[in-house]
């Protein structure tokens, strides 16, 4: 079902970026998503990234795959390329409009079935190549657009709306992208805008794949007594340590997470969940203290949150293939197929 065009009612003047656009400029259609949704959250925080940024928006690509957050591209810049793929195949599509124009900004958005289950090899793949890319993951541990299933980011005892408890062991993004070789990883959380922020505006600058992980907890399906990914415990677990205002049922929750210590949050149900951002001295370029970190904190039912690994000096997917400083799309054909000659040329090559 497409969005519905929101209405432009400027109140006051509209502040405008070093393009001259406003906020309104890089706003896309109303949401269809429940209310209270933490993935509207995050839409929002896009938006805002791109307007302070000055990110021109035909230089945008926004790419889905199939879930609820899927539906999270048709509503921000509306003025950028869009690609709606199949379940699971966000990643290679990107690759492949990587491929072709490396001058866009690629967005992929995607959740923790499209990405952790069926599209579990692209992503894989995606981070491997290391594509120029932002790759959000909306993590909520269920397949909300079909009624609440556990998804693969689920934890093992986290329970369902109907009181069965998942026992399958989780996958975790963050801790699979470092054992891929990752080369920025970050975990943030839907209700904490001051913080996913810079993390997005990091990601955008990042020469390579910049995975990031939000915890997005759905209101609908996994918000109750006993999910590990609903807003209760999330501002019980957070490794930032979280300060939560109250938030009714089923409206946004809002807080932020301070330095050096766990902080509960209440949630929607009266629950709470612990978050704490990572402590100072902490050093995101040692991948093997990253990854020991997050295994001891989340021993300790925390959910670290921040920029937890990066690596500057790699090379991304155009760097490692060499291929021409301009954008494929952008050259001639006589350039792009350089005639059979040359071709045999090549083939004589490989033997």
């Known amino acids: ?96 409009a990587s491929a072709a124009n490396r001058e866009l900004l690629l967005v992929g958005v995607s959740g923790d079935g499209d990405s952790l289950s069926i599209g579990l090899g692209n992503l894989a793949h995606a981070i491997r190549r290391n594509v120029k890319m932002v790759y959000l993951i909306e993590n909520n541990g269920v397949y909300g657009l079909t009624k609440g299933q556990f998804s693969a980011s689920a934890d093992v005892g986290s329970r369902s709306r109907r009181g069965v408890a998942n026992l399958l062991q989780p996958l975790d993004p963050i801790l699979l992208g470092l054992s891929l070789g990752a080369t920025f990883l970050a975990r943030g959380f839907s209700g904490d805008k001051g913080q996913l922020i810079p993390i997005l505006k990091a990601a955008v600058a990042h020469r390579g794949f910049a995975l990031v992980d ?82 001891e904190r989340t021993g300790h039912g925390e959910i670290v949150t921040g920029l937890l690994y990066v690596d500057e000096s790699s090379q991304d997917m155009h760097e490692l293939a060499g291929t021409p400083e301009a954008a494929l799309s952008e050259l001639p054909f006589s350039s792009l197929c350089p005639g059979a000659a040359e071709l045999d040329h090549i083939q004589e090559s490989f033997r």
């Open 1 to 96: 079902m497409p969005s519905i065009t929101k209405p432009l009612i400027p109140l006051l003047p509209l502040a405008r970026n070093e393009l001259g656009l406003t906020l309104q400029d890089y706003q896309g259609g109303m949401s269809t998503l429940c209310a209270g949704c933490g993935h509207d959250s995050i839409t929002a925080a896009l938006i805002e990234v791109f307007w302070q940024l000055s990110l021109p928006p035909h230089l945008i690509a926004k790419l889905s795959g199939i879930g609820c957050s899927s539906k999270t591209p048709a509503y921000f810049v509306s003025r950028a390329h869009g690609f709606n793929s199949v379940h699971g195949r966000m990643a290679t599509i990107a690759t492949g």
């Open 214 to 295: 939000v915890i997005s907890p759905c209101v609908q399906f996994n918000d109750h007594e006993g999910s590990t990914k609903s807003y209760r415990y999330m501002r019980d677990h957070e490794l930032r340590e979280i300060e939560a205002d109250f938030i009714a049922e089923h409206e946004e929750i809002v807080g932020s997470l301070a330095r050096g210590r766990a902080t509960e949050v209440t949630m929607h149900d009266g629950g709470t969940v612990r978050f704490r951002a990572v402590p100072d001295g902490y050093d995101p370029r040692d991948r093997g203290q990253v990854e020991s970190y997050l295994r």
